[in-house]
């Protein structure tokens, strides 16, 4: 068979993809990806039309038009990387990971009491931790799949302490680049060990690639005070050195609170605020004036319908926030971040054009009203960056990866350029956000580790993984239906 059937040829070659495997735990193995279109995302080093990139271990250590001239191509593996285009890998900022076997169960939800009546009142009670472990695994196994190589887990179902250790093995195990964020479940039985229970968690499985976040609720309004973000709960974040990202901000009640937050001194770069719907000019004021983080969530903004059901792009822009890219809710909506770029792309510019346009029409409103007139229309390389280097900020790893920096952990995508949604190669950030899909993710690395290669992930048994998401979803679906309590 003519290798020339598959792109990039490399790829095809089985033993090239042997001796990557062999040395993969070697720290002194070089990898030299050639000819490729280089979309670094770093604004120092943009994008190289014909490129070169080298990974040294678990980092990018160089980055130029052609790293072999310079020497840079000895004691290498050397993979032709020509008709493909290099990329960061993309950051989910936010995605309720446990819910995998859960997927699309509520595919036309009418609002979030629908989600939140089916999902956390009745199905999150009665999972077990191997539930635990079965879900988070697959969702983010299905992240790397889809490109994403950092995922922060919103892991909101904490109900014991082997729960959550199941959770974060499920991270490991599977090689990507993790921030386990623990919160306690909003309804039903559980051992009330968190926040407390965050330290024993960082001892544990700290110092790889899976790092810690508290997470909350941002107002008592859906699970009461305990989970709701305030000083205490700051006190336990700081006490332990980690971030915080706050779920449900959207509204009325979420704007008091960030002005509470403003006076208690808790806004500032370490806190990240989820949705961030349907906020006030001065809650924006003082999310802005902070540097506290914000992360969109398109798909379930619109879908869900969150608050006015628009991500808050426009307003963050207005606000100096650059805001990452989230899934949210497998169980309603799509796994990948094409998709999440796609529409908020598509949102903001119909929004931007109705407010120049649409207001004409009588009584029409003005899609986002503002000092200085209407919103201008994000481009492709906006939501690129929005899913890769501000993703990475959102989550506080900024200076571990989001772009291909020398420098920084080697997390990248080589997505094919030359397959028919692609070709030719006009535009490569547009391709990348517009044409392709995960269906050109020919290899994902995660800190200079193979994943995915050749278009297939590595090291996943997928009868097996079937087997086992089916069995604990019955389980999950027969245990909720009998309204028992599930042993731990």
Request: a negative charge.
């Amino acid at each position: 068979m003519s290798n020339d059937l598959h792109r990039p040829t490399d790829t095809a070659r089985p033993a090239l993809l042997d001796l990557l495997r062999r040395t993969d735990r070697d720290p002194g193995r070089r990898i030299l990806f050639t000819g490729a279109t280089v979309v670094t995302m770093d604004p120092a080093l943009g994008t190289l039309a014909t490129g070169d990139l080298l990974v040294a271990g678990s980092t990018v250590a160089a980055v130029g038009p052609d790293l072999r001239t310079r020497g840079d191509a000895a004691d290498t593996v050397v993979v032709d990387a020509t008709g493909t285009i290099l990329v960061p890998g993309f950051v989910d900022t936010h995605r309720h990971a446990w819910q995998g076997q859960l997927r699309r169960t509520v595919p036309d939800v009418d609002d979030l009491a629908g989600y939140v009546g089916t999902t956390l009142a009745r199905y999150a009670p009665v999972y077990r931790p191997e539930d635990m472990y079965v879900g988070t695994r697959l969702a983010a196994l299905g992240a790397v799949d889809a490109g994403i190589t950092t995922m922060l887990d919103f892991s909101h179902n904490s109900r014991t302490a082997a729960h959550s250790d199941a959770a974060v093995q499920a991270l490991l195990d599977t090689g990507i680049r993790g921030i386990h964020a623990a919160m306690g479940p909003h309804f039903g039985d559980w051992d009330r060990q968190w926040p407390a229970d965050l330290g024993r968690l960082a001892d544990r499985f700290g110092g790889g690639l899976v790092t810690f976040r508290l997470a909350a609720l941002a107002t008592a309004e859906i699970a009461g005070p305990d989970l709701a973000f305030g000083p205490g709960l700051a006190r336990v974040a700081a006490e332990l050195g980690i971030g915080v990202s706050v779920d449900a901000v959207f509204g009325e009640a979420s704007s008091a609170a960030v002005l509470d937050w403003e006076r208690e001194g808790l806004l500032g770069e370490r806190l990240t605020l989820i949705h961030a719907t349907g906020l006030t000019g001065e809650a924006w004021r003082a999310i802005g004036a902070s540097g506290t983080r914000v992360s969109l969530a398109p798909t379930s903004e619109a879908q869900i319908g969150l608050e006015d059901a628009v991500p808050a792009v426009d307003e963050a822009l207005a606000a100096g926030v650059r805001p990452g890219l989230s899934i949210d809710v497998e169980v309603a909506l799509a796994s990948d971040m094409f998709t999440q770029m796609r529409a908020l792309h598509a949102i903001q510019r119909m929004r931007a054009v109705h407010a120049v346009h649409g207001a004409r029409a009588v009584g029409a409103v003005p899609a986002v009203p503002a000092a200085g007139g209407p919103p201008e229309r994000i481009t492709t390389a906006d939501v690129l960056d929005f899913a890769t280097r501000q993703g990475a900020a959102t989550v506080g790893l900024g200076a571990t990866t989001g772009t291909l920096t020398p420098g920084k952990q080697a997390d990248l995508l080589m997505i094919t350029a030359d397959e028919i949604n692609n070709l030719p190669l006009n535009d490569p950030i547009g391709t990348v956000v517009l044409g392709a899909d995960a269906r050109n993710i020919d290899t994902v690395l995660i800190a200079g580790r193979v994943r995915k290669w050749a278009g297939r992930l590595l090291d996943v048994d997928l009868p097996a993984l079937r087997a086992e998401a089916a069995a604990s979803r019955d389980h999950v679906h027969r245990a909720a239906a009998g309204g028992g309590r599930q042993p731990r």
